[in-house]
Structure formats: C-alpha cells, structure tokens
C-alpha cells in the first residue's frame, strides 16, 4: 500500500509518500519562519495563503522524487486536526481534490497521532505498549498508547504547554522568533545554579503540568535587574532546566504508574538536548528505554501523517467527499482500528 500524505495544521507546508514495504519514498517541507518572524509568532491569515502557494508543488515534487505516479498510490492522508482552520482547510481542500480527480479514497488525520506515530518512521521503533511524553509548542500530554488507534490520556497540561513556556521566556528575553530553539542554545552559556525557577505542580500527586507559574517568575526575573547577556543566559539555562526536570519527573511517574518500560518522546520540544540527555539518564535509573524520531520528525512533517493514514487506510477507514478539518479534536474521540 502507498500513500500520499499532506501537513497543513500551522506554519510548516509539507507532503511526504510513504510505502508499506518499501517505507518513506520522499518527504519535502517547507517551513514559513521567515515569513512569521517579523510579527513574532504565526498570523493563521499569512500561514493559509502561503499554503495555497506551496502544498501543491511540495506535492509534486515529493511524487517526482518518489517515482511515484497518481495511478500507484492507495490512497490520501491529511492532516485535519488539530490545528489553524484556515491552514487545515488548505491541506484538506487539496487532499480531498486530488482523492476524487484520482478516485482514490481520503483520509482526514489527527496531528497529535501522527506525533505519537513518528518513531515508528525509524529503523528501530518502539514496541507496544509504551507512554509517550507528546511535547510540543501547543501541547504536553502523557498518553498510554497500548496499540496504533488506543489511547488513553494520563496527564496534560492545564494551562501553558511547554513549548508555548520555551517560546514566550524567548520573547521576554527579546530572542527572535520561533523562541524555543534559541532559548536552548542561549542556555548552554548559562551557569548552571545561578538562578532558580519552580517545578511546576512537580510536588504534588499525578500527571497533570502547569507552566504559566513559571513564566510568571521568568518575567519577574526579567524586571528585577539589568538584562546583561550573562543574565539573560541564566535565566535561559534555568528555564530549561525548571522544565526538563518537570517533563523527565512525569514522564518516570507516568511509567511508574502504567508498569511500562518503554517511554515515546515526540513533538518540536523532544528535540531539545538538555531534555533527551535527561530522559536517558532518568529512564535508565527506571529500567527503561526511551524512543525518539529522528530530530526532522520532531517538528510537523507529513512523513508522521502518512503513518498514521496508512494504518488507518489499511483498517478501510476513509473520509467521504466532504472536507474535514477541525480546530480542536479530542485524541480519545478518534475511532479505533479494526482487529
């Protein structure tokens, strides 16, 4: 079986074919941060239109480069959910052309499945049962993935995910946009003790996160003294270890909790260095493994999304000839696969 897969849900433009045997033929991407970066954050109206110029020839290309022709393909996966409407709407609005001009069968895909999907691209993916840390710039989940299709939440956030914690610390600290990354590499000249920020909701029972706490105390940390480039680096590298030692401490209760032993890392924030060097140490005193994409795989790419249409084109899934796509969707709601 081979698929066409499209990613449309924010500010990245992407297209990937994948096959079941012969695995991932092609996957282009582009990503809008340049056109973003002025504004410091994503404007949705910007986003879609650039997707209206980008998704088609990404598509082309990636069947260009995967020898692949409209009448060798099974069928079509889109991400439709979560995510900016206007962006999902592009992507869906293509998928679902392309599937009735060709007469093939559409499927509208979760974005968070896809994450949870994405080690399964490497030559080495985790086996079933594990839990898996989801950590991205709008979402910081623990979930019990017993199979492809059953999950179950164990912990979220309530408030700021870890991403969004990353991302507005960047901005406080006047770093560009997309924030994260630079937060990351601006903390590896920071002195590590220097400063201190809390662990949010790390003393209490359960696996629920809170990260607005902590981007309080950043911002009182900002005012109290003259931002000098050593300062800002400190409270850069305490930033990042305040919410690696949060992630890492949940993520081993979440195994401890589920018996499992085997711990998924997916989204844009499981590729940070400081938080995968931490989950190695800290699962390794658990007895335990820990799985990642590859770091191109971390952030949104359609590769992930025909992962997760594939299995779900295989199980006789499919949308209709309507267009799917929703700004907000639920991961429990999502149908399971057939036995």
Excluded at 291 to 297: A, L, Q, S, T, W
């Amino acid at each position: 079986m081979r698929v066409l897969a499209i990613e449309s849900s924010c500010d990245e433009s992407a297209a990937a074919v994948l096959d079941e045997g012969a695995g991932l033929l092609a996957h282009e991407l582009y990503s809008q941060i340049e056109l973003h970066r002025a504004y410091g954050g994503v404007v949705p109206e910007l986003a879609s239109r650039d997707h209206v110029r980008r998704l088609l020839p990404l598509v082309e290309t990636a069947l260009a480069r995967a020898a692949t022709r409209p009448e060798d393909l099974d069928g079509i996966a889109y991400t439709a959910g979560p995510g900016l409407m206007g962006a999902l709407l592009t992507g869906a609005a293509l998928a679902s052309s392309l599937a009735y001009a060709w007469r093939l069968p559409a499927i509208g895909v979760h974005h968070l499945e896809g994450h949870l999907l994405a080690p399964l691209l490497e030559s080495d993916p985790p086996p079933f049962p594990h839990v898996a840390l989801l950590v991205s710039g709008g979402h910081t989940q623990l979930i019990e993935v017993a199979a492809i299709g059953s999950y179950r939440l164990l912990g979220e956030t309530r408030d700021d995910a870890a991403g969004e914690a990353f991302d507005k610390t960047a901005k406080l600290l006047g770093l560009p946009y997309p924030g994260g990354p630079q937060l990351a590499a601006l903390a590896t000249r920071g002195t590590h003790g220097a400063l201190s920020f809390p662990r949010p909701m790390l003393e209490r029972p359960g696996l629920e996160f809170s990260f607005s706490g902590l981007k309080t105390a950043v911002l009182h940390a900002v005012r109290a003294g003259e931002l000098t480039e050593r300062r800002r680096a400190d409270i850069a590298r305490a930033v990042e270890e305040a919410i690696v030692d949060t992630l890492a401490a949940k993520a081993m209760r979440a195994l401890d909790y589920t018996g499992l032993t085997t711990l998924v890392v997916s989204g844009g924030v499981g590729a940070n260095r400081a938080l995968r060097a931490r989950l190695e140490t800290s699962a390794g005193a658990h007895g335990a493994r820990v799985y990642y994409p590859r770091v191109e795989f971390c952030t949104d790419n359609a590769a992930m999304i025909a992962v997760a249409g594939l299995a779900r084109l295989r199980a006789g899934q499919h949308a209709g000839l309507g267009i799917e796509a929703r700004a907000q969707w639920p991961l429990d709601s999502l149908p399971p696969l057939a036995a």
